[in-house]
């Protein structure tokens, strides 16, 4: 019995996954026994994947050194496995509801596209200028949030948007100061109206 730390977990109707430190994933329903699958590196992140009867049929693990690989559920057993590059993946996406195909990107700004449909299971799309928190597909296009910017690419790697991180806080330190000045005006309006009729009264 593995007695690893807890680092990814994911819940689900019938039970729910763990990922432990020590590379240990365990699938724990909520009847019957635990289904275990050792991995040679620890998760960083875990995507469930919904069948066609809108289950989750299987899970997709990224680990510590870039690897990427398909468990099914509930038995754990390998359906796939690929490798990007020896980097932290951070962050994982089912490219639609009816492919197999998985946007993966990883700490260093790079991302890939595994599958079994793929052209040689995995290729290099392009990199982003900064490591990845999230990442997925909207309209046919790829949304990458580093932090609290946010980027939109197509699929050559082209730049359509971005929402800058200090451009949010420019606004949020204007915001602030426009209501301190409206509290400032308020309470100087209050004040000389309040000096206006503490005013002796010569008649």
Not at 55 to 63: A, F, K, L, R, T
Not at 85 to 102: A, E, H, N, P, Q
Not at 165 to 189: A, G, P, T, V, W
Request: glycine residues 8%; hydrophobic residues 35%.
């Amino acid at each position: 019995m593995s007695s690893g730390i807890v680092v990814r977990s994911m819940i689900l109707s019938a039970g729910y996954v763990v990922a432990l430190d020590d590379g240990m994933i365990s699938w724990r329903p909520n009847f019957g026994r635990r289904t275990n699958y050792r991995m040679q590196y620890p998760a960083s992140v875990l995507l469930g994947m919904k069948g066609p009867t809108g289950d989750c049929e299987s899970i997709v693990i990224g680990d510590v050194k870039g690897n990427v690989i398909r468990l099914s559920l509930p038995r754990l057993e390998l359906l796939d496995a690929y490798e990007t590059s020896t980097t932290v993946v951070r962050s994982l996406c089912r490219v639609s509801s009816t492919s197999d195909k998985i946007l993966v990107g990883n700490e260093t700004g790079d991302v890939w596209l595994v599958g079994r449909d793929v052209p040689n299971e995995v290729v290099m799309l392009f990199k982003h200028e900064d490591s990845i928190t999230s990442i997925r597909t909207v309209d046919n296009q790829i949304i990458i949030q580093s932090g609290w910017s946010k980027f939109t690419y197509d699929w050559e790697g082209l730049i359509i948007s971005n929402t800058n991180k200090n451009d949010i806080f420019d606004d949020k330190i204007k915001q602030r100061s426009n209501r301190r000045s409206r509290l400032l005006e308020m309470k100087s309006e209050r004040y000389t109206h309040g000096n206006i009729l503490d005013m002796p009264i010569i008649s």
